[in-house]
């Protein structure tokens, strides 16, 4: 791999963003340095190296202390980001993502193959808001499971459906078992728009 520094680039030419997902992949794909000693007041539009990779360029960019999400998703030892809809980073574990969720394990194997030369943790796009995903990370991480009995029903059931799309067996069973405390109708409806028939057999 080939580091090019921004300041070697044509003067007055713009680093943007290139996303090297193929078009038929609903996730992108990025790669992202340490965070540079004098942040830029471009934020994210700001680049201090560019990574090339055969002929294709992929710049880094500055990362954003405050799109950082909070504790334990914001190590710099983490191999892997993921990115909320609304744009929070979570620093994460490749691996225990991978055990968490086949899909993600799938997402993961295509960035794998679509990046072939090394570089700094890659980024992948998640379809859920910060809150969703913070939640369902709490879920899968080995730590302690954050308390359900504060969250609204419409949190709940909207964590409920992501677990359902990612296909990840703990944070669903952990979130019916909640769900069926309060609102088993609500458990069995989510169940059946997600064709979850044993689960909407518990409701």
């Keep these: 791999m080939a580091l090019v520094s921004a300041d070697e680039s044509p003067k007055g030419s713009p680093l943007d963003w290139y996303d090297v997902a193929a078009p038929d992949r609903p996730f992108s794909i990025h790669a992202s340095p340490p965070p540079s000693r004098h942040p830029s ?3 994210h539009n700001s680049f201090s190296t560019q990574l090339t990779c055969g002929d294709r360029v992929i710049p880094s960019p500055i990362p954003d202390d405050t799109s950082l999400a909070p504790h334990p998703f914001n190590k710099a030892t983490a191999d ?3 990115r909320s809809r609304n744009g929070l980073n979570f620093r994460v574990r490749s691996q225990i993502i991978i055990e968490a969720s086949p899909i993600l394990d799938t997402k993961l194997s295509d960035l794998q193959r679509s990046i072939q030369c090394g570089g700094s943790a890659p980024i992948l796009d998640i379809a859920a808001d910060s809150s969703t995903l913070e939640l369902l990370l709490r879920l899968c991480y080995p730590i302690v499971n954050p308390p359900l009995n504060d969250l609204s029903l419409d949190r709940l059931e909207t964590t ?6 990612y296909e990840m067996e703990l944070p669903v069973q ?3 078992e909640e769900l069926l405390r309060r609102d088993a109708m609500l458990v069995w409806c989510v169940a059946c728009r997600n064709d979850q028939e044993d689960v909407a057999r518990r409701a």
């Design 174 to 176: 952990v979130l019916v």
């Design 80 to 82: 892997l980001v993921l």
């Design 41 to 43: 007041p471009l934020s």
């Design 160 to 165: 409920l459906r992501a677990a359902f799309e």
